[in-house]
Every structure is written in C-alpha cells, then in structure tokens.
C-alpha cells in the first residue's frame, strides 16, 4: 500500500495543510476584531502561575439570634437567623491581614500576633533612594511565589546580606575577632540578618539606653553598616541553650554554639547607619547623652548616655564618621533591603517609635481632610519597616469607647484592612496572580465645549488611570476602552478586546489612551478608532454603555471573568426607554456594571440604576484625583474573583414547624410560596469578602397550643369523675397521671430548622460544583413554655447586619424625598434612624466590661464581636450625622455632593463592598486581596511626564 506518510495514499493532504496555513496567513488585518484567546495551559492570567489542582470552596456557616428559643403561648413565634458566606483571603495565611504589598519578611510581635499598621492606607511613597527602588523592584517578585514562614529568611534577603554585606577580608584584620566570635557564638537568633551583613566591628561597650523616663542597660556594638544593641538572657535553660536546627539566619548554613559557661545573648534592636541624619552630643546636669537623629524628623531620637566624657567624644566621632561616609557616597550596594524584620523590643513597647528606630525603620504619618466626610483623619501614612508597628489614627467617632486599643491585640470578628507598605515606584511591577479577565472601561472625556483648564486636568487623571490599569493587567487579561464626549455629535471611540500581553495590541491599546482629549487627530490621520456616527446624535451615558455591550454581546469566545467600568461626569439625565434597553441588553450580556461617578457635577440616576440592576457597585470619586485608586480597588476586585454563579439554596427540614418569610441583606433570592425552599443567586464571590443574609423564620405552635386545648376540654369532669368526687375518693383521680403530657411540656427538644447547600463555578480550576460536599445544617434548641421570661442577648453579628441593613434602606428612603423636594420628611427618616442606632449602641455597649487602664484585659468571643459591632454602627452615625449636617446647612448644594454620598454608603452597607477605605463605612468592608493591593501599587505609580 506504500508509507503513510506517501502523498498517494492520501492525495490532497499536504496541499491541504499548506493552503490552510497559508489562509491563515492571509487573512486580511481587521481593527475591529477581538484577540483570540490562548487556550493553552493555565486560565490564570500570569506568567508564573500553574493550574489550579484544587477547588476553591466557600465558608458558610448559619447561627440563630439567641442559643436557645423559649415557646410561647401564641400561634406562631418569629425567628431570626443569618448566614455567612465568606471565601477568606489568600493574603497571609493567618486570620490577621498581612501587609498589603507581598511580604516574605513580616514578623510576629511579643504577644505573637502580627504586626499590622491599622486601617488607613498609604498614600504617599516612602522616602527612599532610587538606587533602593531598583532593588525592591528587582527582588520583590516573582508574586506568584508563596508566603514564607513568619520566621523564616528570605532567600533575596540572604543574598544580599551574604554578597553585598559581606566583609570577610576586613573582619580578619580588625582587633575585634575574638569579641565578634563571642557575639556569634552567643546569639542565636539574629533575626533574618547573620553577623556577615554588618560589616567590621568598630566600638562595643556597656551602656544605658533612654527613652522618655525609661532607662534600660544593653551591650551596644557599633558595627560599619549598623549599630546593634544586646542583652544578655537572665535565665538559662535548655531551650535556650539549644539551636533551632531550622534556623537559616546563621552564619555559613550552621547553628550558633554557645560557649559553655557565658550567657545566650538576645538582639533586641538594629540601627542602620544610613538613617542616621546627624550625633549630637546632648549631655546636661548629672548626664553625658548622645542623642542620635533620623532621617526622618517624625521618630524619636535614639539617646545613648555614658559615665564618662572621653567615651562619649569617642563615640560620636566614630558614628559621625560613619555617617558622613554614606552620605558622601551612597553606593547602591549599601541601600540593600533595609525593610528587614525588625527585632521587637520588650522593654521600649513593641508599639513605640523606639521600637521602630531600633528595627531600622522610618514611618511618616500626616493628617489631612477626609475627601468625603470632610473631618480630620490620618488619611497618608508610609512606613518602610516590614517589621514595625505604626500606632494606630484616631478616626473622628461620636462615642469612642476606647475599644480600638483593647482589641489592637485580640482577634477580631470582622478582618482589618492593613496599610500598603510602600517601596518605591510600582510601575515595573509584575501583575498580581488572578483569573484571565475581559474588562470593559467606559470613560467620559471632556467635550470641546469645556474649559481648557479643567479639561486638561481630567484628561491628565484619564490617562494616568488607564496608563496603570493597562500596566497592571497579566498576560491573558483583555481590555475594551470606549471614551465619549457627551452632547449632540459627541465623539466615540473604542477598541475591541485587545490582549495587552502582546505587542501590537498593547501599542495600539498605548495609542489609543495617547490620543484621549486629541482634538485635531494625529497629524491629519484618521482615527482608526472613531465610531462613525451621525453628527446630529446626542451622546451620552446610554450611548456609550451601548456601545460597550456591543463589544461584549459579539465576543466570539471570552474569559472566565468580565467586567464593565463606567466613569461617567454627565450632568445630562437619560430617557426612560432608552435606558430600559440598555438594561435589557446589560442583563443579558450577564455582566456587572460598575458606575464610578466623576466630580460633583454628574447625574447619579442613570448610575444607580444600571449598577443596581447588573448586581455592579457605585462609587462616588468626589476628589478628581481619587480616581486612579478608586478604579484600581474595583479592578483589584475583579481579579480576586475566587466562585462565580453561585447560588445558595435552603430547605426548611421540619416542615411542620417551621416557614421562611423573608431573606434580606443578600442578592436576588425566590421563596417558595409554603416557606419551605429558598434560591438565593450570590452571583460572584472574591478572596476576602464576605456576605451576610438574614433569613427571618416563623415557628408554628399549633402542636403546644393543641395539646393545651385538649388538656382543656379534659379539665370539665364527666360524670364518673363528678361521682368520685362526690364520695370523697378525689384523691383516687387519675387525671394526673398522664405523664406524657407532662414529660413532653417539660422536654427541652433540639430540632432541625433548615439546611443550606449550593453551587458554583471556579474560574481558577474551571469546573462547575453542583452541590457542596454535605450541606450546612442549623438546629435551634426549643425550652418549653416558662411563667418567667429570661433575658436573652441577640447575637451582635444580626445585630450588627439589622443596622447596617436598617440604615441603607432609611438613607435610601431619604433621598429619594430629597429628589421630591420633601426635605422636612427626609430629616425626619434620617433623625429617627440616627435614634434608633444610638438606642442599640448604648445597649449593646453596656453588655462590655470596661477595659484595663494598661489595657492588657483579655476578650472573650462576644465581646470582639460586640466590639465589631459598635465601630460599624459608629461609622453608620458619622455618615448619618454628616447626611442630616448637610442638608440642613445647604438644601441645594445637598443634591450636588452628599446625595452622591449618600447613594454611595448606603449600597456599601447592603452589598457589604467597598473599593477604597477613604471613609469609615468604606475601610469597613474594603477586604478584598487585591483590591487592597491593587490600590496600593496605584499609590506608588509614578505617572508618565
């Protein structure tokens, strides 16, 4: 028959291939086509990143109001549960938030929690060099490597201590070998920095370190690169004795070995020389000090105090000489990674500025205006210690309760947004690990009509967003941008989806933003991405949310995730039937639109509309250049998409006693019409987040009320028992004797009231769960009736959901008043809602123990949840109080700038979302992984000139 592969046993099959790649690469070049995906190997859209051998599944967990129902007498009983879906972050791997840039380097503190830096986010960079920039930005990625062990040395930080810092050759020659031998010997943990790093010994002696009244005695060594400061363990025992055979902090791979007889040694701080900005002898009556001052005015100076003069000249000629040799030279090998772990010092307050200087650190904090509520608060905050802890800002509250630095060490109920470490410009940064993503922006650009010097400047902010969104995306991601300039004959132009991991598209992706706000086109060239329309149309909102959706309806394949962004500063309102079409179309391109609204200019109606109707957010960006952060946190919450299409789905197990009547605070849900069942569309759920829905259930007495009535009708005596009675012999009755009466009204029953399971879809895994792995079950235990009533404390989770679930639905009810001009009734709704939190608070408050004077009293369960409580219900009344301040103030200005506001809060307190932490609502429920850091690196961008 001859070779297979012989062309004349299957004529035509090299002709075949040949011409078919050779249409293929004929086919003609069309703009407006989509990038094909690259189905090959991960759906994750990073180069690093490996397919996902497991399945994502969420944590659901249901509980009832009170532990335990007493039955009443009535016909039915109401019932409150809420359930919890949460899909806890990947950020740290502890339940304490981690910093918000990856950090292999974080340590724990003295009570062994993580040191966190609070809730406010940096917006500032940290005063660093560019020659330290460049090495963050050459060794702070790959991102897709996993988070270290707290105690472990990162492999970046032993190539620099051991290659940069090493002085083999000096240290022999110094007259200090045998002392740095002793030091090595006797230290143990050198904290992740081996003795190698510090360069020669210069000076040691004994002496007192000072801050404010406090005095401590260390063994202080003065090293080239740093001065460190050592106290010797009082105790000895075997577990000091011994070497952590794990540790990689030793010098040349081997565990220290103390020398019999002496001491282990402890570090218990570091001062680099390189921070140092000047010595200065300080000494007064009765003390010879050395004050030593940091570059960074806002720390606490380092005093050393001496016993003699001639010492102390001694020291600050060496440390001066010291210092003066980095500040001439600044060789980049000195500015290795100083955001080293710093050691925590016992004696000085972990939580000190001593402790900071002492670890290497330098933290600035500034206190500006809110951009939304208009209070002071510390909104700027950079540190550049990994290991340090910056005391937390006081946020503007009605009633503190002093809560923030009792629960500062305890755990909390609901997660703490950690503060971005900045390191330097974040433009080179490789993109975060996340799911391929098809994302669709539609931004408003000024009209010709408008100032040239407003138009500038949002121009300016336009493009330095989409410079850094377009920066950020990963390989498989694709981006869609659609600009229009609202007014009749108003310009549109958009691309298709374009992979910016490819070069050609992201030069054309680069072109496009380029040419945003271009009035005369690129020397006469045509736009290629103009939408040729007619000159007499009026654009606006409608018009270009349209043409977004033509771009997703026609996609020929796409991503596990998309999204639509709309930036929108039109104050120009839409027709009724032309925004029941684009509703239609956005609910079946199955797509969440998320509405950001531009200055204080704009029409809110058509935002809130779409964005409620696709399940999307709304997000007021009253300060223009709030803009970046604020699409760089929706963006960050796209890619921490974890479970897509879910739904939850609840049956009611004892039909006959119990019904649901209503299920609030979630999505879209459809209850049955006998109570039984429930379907609740959860819709997508992200790394961090979580959601809360309260299911309010009724019981049926009719069984107690039953057995009372027949008991009832027993209680008339027939004639037998009129005749026993008249002959004395009542003693004789039975009627007592049916125990099982008896024994059933007295029995504590457990029952079973209703069970919860679900499914989704993990785009990381791609594959679609039907149904969890057993669902989730809630029983209540039902106490029999009982003459006196106990007293019952609701669970502070409902009672934190009812109010926030009570606000957002009152704030709402406001505005809409506010929008008929009904603004006496208006200021009465909010007024009686601010009554009605303050009632709660005070109630749920009196349940707390006041908290020590040190502050060292330790916190059951309840009490952090009741905490959690109070602070959320704080944020509520400072958005109330703010609400009614404004429109009492100013009924016109209202609807331009705390409508918007309003509108914003009160869809954060019911979908439990939030994109920035520009407010205390908002720091509340911004939690996703990387929105947080997404918003972080959009700090540290650096635009383009």
Avoid at 718 to 740: E, I, P, Y
């Amino acid at each position: 028959m001859g070779a297979r592969s012989d062309p004349g046993v299957y004529p035509g099959r090299d002709n075949a291939s040949r011409s078919a790649r050779r249409g293929v690469e004929e086919r003609p070049y069309d703009p407006t086509a989509d990038d094909t995906l690259d189905n090959n190997g991960s759906v994750r859209s990073h180069p690093g990143a490996e397919q996902n051998q497991y399945i994502v599944s969420p944590s659901i967990q249901v509980k009832p109001e009170f532990t335990s129902l007493t039955r009443t007498n009535e016909p039915t009983q109401p019932l409150t549960c809420i359930v919890i879906i949460e899909l806890p972050g990947k950020r740290v791997p502890s339940h304490v938030p981690g910093p918000a840039m990856p950090e292999p380097y974080h340590h724990r503190n003295n009570n062994g929690h993580d040191s966190f830096n609070g809730r406010t986010v940096s917006r500032q960079a940290s005063i660093i060099s560019e020659s330290h920039q460049s090495n963050h930005q050459q060794s702070n990625h790959p991102q897709s490597s996993s988070y270290q062990d707290q105690y472990s040395t990162s492999p970046v930080d032993t190539e620099f201590s051991s290659n940069v810092h090493g002085y083999p050759d000096q240290e022999k020659d110094t007259p200090f070998v045998a002392i740095v031998e002793d030091l090595r010997s006797r230290i143990i943990d050198w904290k992740g920095h081996p003795l190698s790093g510090l360069g020669p010994l210069r000076m040691y002696n004994l002496l007192c370190v000072r801050r404010d009244s406090l005095v401590r005695e260390f063994y202080v060594y003065l090293f080239k690169e740093a001065l460190i400061c050592v106290v010797e363990e009082k105790k000895r025992s075997l577990g000091r004795l011994l070497s952590n055979a794990s540790d990689k902090d030793a010098d040349d791979g081997l565990a220290p070995v103390v020398v019999q007889g002496k001491g282990v040694l402890r570090l218990k701080g570091r001062i680099y020389v390189r921070h140092i900005k000047q010595v200065t002898a300080t000494s007064s009556a009765g003390e010879m000090s050395l004050t030593i001052d940091m570059e960074d005015e806002k720390l606490d100076s380092f005093i050393l105090i001496f016993n003699d003069k001639g010492m102390l000249e001694i020291w600050r000629q060496e440390i001066q000489s010291l210092v003066n040799m980095f500040h001439g030279q600044k060789p980049k090998t000195q500015e290795s990674l100083d955001y080293e772990r710093g050691p925590s010092l016992e004696e000085f307050g972990g939580n000190s500025k001593a402790a900071r200087i002492l670890s290497g650190s330098t933290a600035t904090t500034t206190s500006t205006a809110d951009s939304l509520l208009n209070s002071a608060r510390s909104t700027r905050s950079s540190s550049t210690s990994h290991g340090s802890v910056v005391p937390r800002q006081n946020s503007t509250k009605l009633q503190p309760l002093g809560e923030d630095d009792e629960c500062s060490n305890y755990e909390t109920a609901l997660p703490l947004v950690t503060p971005h470490l900045s390191m330097g410009p974040s433009n080179s940064l490789s993109p975060l690990p996340h799911s391929a993503l098809d994302l669709i922006l539609v931004i408003s650009v000024p009209p010709p009509s408008a100032t040239p010097s407003t138009a500038g400047l949002k121009v300016r902010v336009i493009k330095t967003t989409l410079d850094f969104i377009l920066a950020s995306l990963g390989q498989k991601d694709r981006l869609s941008l659609v600009t229009f300039e609202v007014g009749p004959g108003g310009k549109v132009r958009k691309t298709p989806f374009l992979c910016p991991g490819r070069a050609q598209s992201r030069g054309r992706l680069t072109k496009f933003i380029d040419e945003i706000g271009d009035r005369e086109g690129v020397h006469g060239v045509e736009d290629e991405f103009l939408v040729k329309g007619s000159k007499d149309e009026k654009t606006d909102v409608v018009t270009a949310v349209n043409h977004g959706l033509d771009n997703v309806l026609q996609r020929k394949n796409r991503n596990p995730i998309s999204g639509m962004l709309l930036v929108s500063d039109a104050a120009d309102s839409t027709r009724r039937a032309q925004m029941d079409l684009v509703l239609a179309r956005a609910e079946a391109a199955n797509v969440a639109i998320h509405s950001f609204g531009y200055g204080r200019s704009h029409d809110p109606a058509s935002l809130w509309l779409m964005s409620n109707h696709t399940s999307g957010t709304y997000t007021f960006v009253k300060d223009w250049y709030d803009l970046r952060d604020c699409i760089a946190g929706c963006v960050g919450g796209l890619m921490s998409i974890g479970l897509m299409n879910m739904k939850l789905h609840m049956k009611i197990v004892d039909g006959n006693r119990f019904r649901i009547r209503k299920v609030s605070g979630g999505p879209s849900s459809i209850v049955s019409s006998d109570g039984h069942d429930v379907d609740v569309d959860i819709g997508e759920l992200r790394y961090g987040e979580r959601k809360e829905m309260l299911i309010e259930l009724e019981l049926d007495n009719s069984d107690l009320t039953e057995r009372n009535y027949h008991r009832g009708l027993h209680s008339s005596p027939n004639a037998t028992d009129q005749f026993v009675q008249s002959m004395g012999l009542d003693s004789l009755s039975m009627g007592d004797a049916d125990l099982v009466d008896g024994m059933m009204d007295h029995m504590i029953d457990e029952v079973p009231v209703f069970e919860v399971g679900g499914s989704f879809f993990d785009p990381a895994a791609g594959k679609q769960i039907s149904r969890l792995a057993h669902p989730v079950l809630l029983t209540v235990t039902l106490l029999p009736p009982s003459p006196r009533s106990q007293a019952t404390t609701s669970d502070p989770v409902i009672v934190r959901r009812r109010m926030e679930l009570l606000a957002s639905d009152m704030i709402t009810r406001a505005l809409v008043l506010v929008s008929r001009k009904n603004f006496p009734q208006a200021l009465k709704i909010m007024g009686e809602t601010k009554r009605i939190l303050h009632t709660v608070l005070q109630t749920i408050s009196r349940s707390l123990p006041a908290p020590n004077a040190n502050g060292t009293m330790a916190r059951n369960r309840k009490e952090i949840l009741t905490l959690s409580a109070v602070r959320a219900m704080q944020g509520i009344l400072q958005d109330l109080q703010l609400l009614t301040e404004a429109l009492e103030e100013n009924k016109e200005l209202f609807a331009h700038d705390q409508r918007n506001f309003g509108a914003q809060q009160a869809m954060i307190l019911r979908d439990q979302k939030s994109w920035s932490g520009r407010s205390a609502t908002e720091r509340l429920f911004w939690t996703t992984d990387h929105s947080i850091e997404l918003v972080g690196r959009s700090t540290d961008w650096i635009a383009r000139d």
